[in-house]
């Protein structure tokens, strides 16, 4: 018999809405069904929104953990182009790929959720892992093992919007703990592009501040969204209201043991980010003249 144990216990058990999203079992009956119907929704539409995701007692739960540590984390001046790399010279100086846009966030990056939240744990559930990775129709799907990328809290504050960007990583949950009054919706172009080609028109249209071929849906906190962040190019249009809109992001990537570049990670988490790797760079060095 399987013996449920507190160190075998999945807090996914605790804070997922189960008898509307039956994650517990996704070989059987309801679950199978449920979990069928999610993989048309992301394999059709590109995207698999479950709204009321989180339990409403547990949000509050973790809602309220995101708001206690939030007071601790840095406020972000993000600037870069949709890519996050460097701007390719070929490309002709009114390129929209050359555009680069300013983002402000109050932000969590991994290594300031302590492992003891329900958030961080909820993260590295095995069964929400596994979810993610069947949506995903992934072999594979691990969760991304950068230490500042992984798992973050944004909090966008009212008149802050988040950059139209694609993530470093390529599958990302979105939830939202807290909504915004009005305004901050998640709008995203589903795989708007492959390895080597991208929806050109639909790119540029969007960039230029047109979203008629944008996607956005009305999404309650709670809600838990499945894309594929690395391929659709997506953004968080301005908070509006009184009440900061916050939301945790959760990465995932089929390659094991995945780390993002320091210098996009310098560009997004900026000055700490900068000395933490710096630091161990002097440590480094010193242990390398010692040896
Ligand atoms: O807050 C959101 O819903 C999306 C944020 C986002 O795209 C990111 O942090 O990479
Ligand atoms: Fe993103």
């Known amino acids: 018999m399987n013996q449920i144990t507190r160190e075998n216990h999945d807090i996914a ?3 997922v809405d189960l008898k509307r999203f039956p994650i517990a079992d996704l070989e059987n009956g309801e679950g199978a069904n449920f979990l069928a119907e999610c993989q048309r929704s992301m394999a059709v539409q590109g995207w698999c929104n479950l709204d009321g995701f989180i339990r409403p007692d547990a949000l509050e739960q973790l809602n ?3 708001n206690e540590l939030l007071p601790t984390a840095e406020v972000l001046h993000v600037k870069r182009n949709i890519y996050q790399g460097a701007i390719d010279p070929s490309l002709p100086e009114d390129d929209p790929r050359r555009m680069e846009f300013m983002h402000v966030a109050v932000q969590l990056a991994d290594d300031q959720i302590p492992p003891k939240t329900r958030l961080k744990q909820l993260y590295h559930s095995e069964l929400l892992t596994d979810f993610v ?3 995903q129709k992934k072999d594979q799907l691990y969760r991304c093992a950068d230490e500042f990328q992984a798992l973050n809290v944004v909090a966008l504050h009212p008149d802050s919007w988040h950059a139209w960007h694609y993530d470093t990583t ?15 919706e998640f709008t995203f172009l589903p795989n708007s592009r492959t390895d080597d080609d991208e929806d050109r028109e639909a790119v540029d249209r969007l960039l230029s501040g047109d979203m008629s071929q944008a996607r956005s849906f009305s999404r309650g906190a709670g809600t838990f969204t499945l894309f594929r962040g690395g391929y659709s190019l997506h953004g968080v249009t301005k908070v509006e209201g009184a009440r ?4 945790a992001i959760m990465t995932y990537d089929e390659q094991k043991g995945r780390v993002i ?3 996009i990670n ?3 988490y900026g000055e700490r980010v900068k000395k933490i790797l710096a630091k161990r760079e002097t440590a480094t060095g010193e242990q390398g003249r010692d040896e």
């Not at 390529?170 to 901050?184: D, F, I, N, P, R």
Request: glycine fraction near 6%; charged fraction near 30%; aromatic fraction near 0%.
């Open 244 to 247: 900061p809109r916050i939301s």
């Open 261 to 263: 570049d320091d210098d």
């Open 266 to 268: 310098v560009r997004i």
């Open 64 to 66: 309220a953990e995101a």
């Open 133 to 135: 990775r069947r949506v």
């Open 13 to 15: 058990l605790d804070l």
């Open 170 to 184: 390529e599958c990302t949950v979105t939830l939202l703990l807290q909504a915004a009054e009005a305004g901050g």
